[in-house]
């Protein structure tokens, strides 16, 4: 009960900051935002809701794909909604943190050791921060130029081409070389602290086992998994390129799209890190303040991002909910 009352806390807080967020961006650019919302095509909100879902079907072939390595067999279904419930937790906690643990616990509550559960999990997530990290670099170029030398938004841009820099290779070692953690335990001296080692040694060692296994017997597959990530990635620019498209008057160019992804990409590890569900408010606000700065338009690009939003974030969240309550009700082992 306590569980689901901290989840409806997320889930409201959620959808307060972003209504706040929303309406000081409607204040500062002296637009109306219902009026806006009513040129919002229905359609194009299912669009791209169906665009994004399209990424839990891909990533559940991921997983599939590679639990099939260690010998594991989770029905598709369960698969589906790990991924779904993973969005939905890492959407309504702080940092965007819930996501990953629950469905590490997910896949070991299926049967999946541990060690291979957290491996699958984090390696999907440091492939994801590399991708992010690489598509940032090759697209820096675009998008600081259309940035025309601004001051905020340049600043912005770079901070979050350092942070993933930084980030990413604090992550990859620490997760490479676990005996840091050691190290660290070691250094604080608590006798409970002192208990947890030797089941930390143990854990440590199965994992170094499994993450050996993946990636230096299995590296066709890690690449087959980077490739679907990639393409997870590309539905998620494109919701939002196709609703600037749509929206904002962009040209449906292929050099327009690459400015779109790498914005994203390099905005996301920025917006994730700040203390709010999900980066409620924080995503609405910085990709306004970017995208408005690199396509010269205020009222389309709002609208496109405030429709964007709702389809991959607020319906996400409905989804999540929808799922969790059907699976509670009528389905027991999933």
């Known amino acids: 009960m306590k569980k689901e009352y901290k989840n409806a806390i997320g889930v409201i807080s959620s959808i307060i900051i ?31 809701f169906f665009i994004y879902f399209m990424g839990y079907i891909v990533d559940s072939i991921r997983y599939s794909i590679i639990i ?3 010998g594991g067999k989770i029905n598709f279904f369960s698969l589906f ?17 819930g996501g990953q643990p629950y469905q590490i616990y997910h ?96 854990w440590s060692n199965n994992l170094k086992k499994s993450i050996a296994f993946l990636w230096n017997e299995k590296t066709h597959i890690m690449f087959l998994d980077i490739f679907l990530n990639l393409f ?23 050099d327009n799209f690459f400015i779109v992804f790498g914005s994203m990409m390099l ?4 917006v994730y890190y700040i203390p709010t569900p999900g980066a409620s408010g924080t995503i609405e606000a910085s990709y306004q303040l970017i995208f408005s ?17 709702f389809a991959t974030y607020y319906m996400q969240i409905i989804l999540g909910i929808m799922m969790r309550v059907f699976v509670k009700a009528f389905l027991k082992d999933v």
Do not use: C
Request: proline residues 1%.
């Open 107 to 202: 896949l070991n509550k299926h049967g999946l050791d541990i060690e291979h559960s957290t491996n699958i999990v984090v390696s999907r997530f440091i492939t994801a921060m590399f991708l992010n990290l690489i598509i940032a670099f090759i697209s820096y170029k675009k998008v600081i130029s259309s940035l025309n030398g601004t001051g905020v938004e340049s600043a912005l841009i770079n901070l979050g081409l350092f942070i993933s820099s930084l980030i990413t290779i604090i992550i990859l070692v620490v997760f490479i070389n676990s005996d840091i953690i050691m190290q660290i335990l070691n250094f604080l001296k608590f006798k409970k602290i002192n208990k947890l080692k030797n089941k930390y040694i143990k």
């Open 232 to 254: 997870v990635l590309s539905l998620q620019a494109y919701s939002l390129f196709y609703l600037f498209v749509k929206y904002a008057n962009l040209s449906n160019n292929i």
């Open 68 to 70: 099939k390595q260690f």
């Open 293 to 309: 700065s690199i396509l010269k338009i205020q009222n389309g690009v709002f609208l496109a991002i405030i429709g964007w939003r």
């Open 18 to 48: 972003g209504i706040f967020v929303i309406v000081f961006i409607e204040n500062f650019y002296k637009t109306n935002i219902l009026k806006e919302i009513q040129r919002i095509n229905l359609n194009d909100i299912i669009i791209v």
């Open 267 to 270: 905005l996301n590890m920025v």
């Open 81 to 97: 909604y790990n991924n779904v419930m993973g969005l939905f937790f890492s959407s309504i906690t702080p940092f965007a943190a």
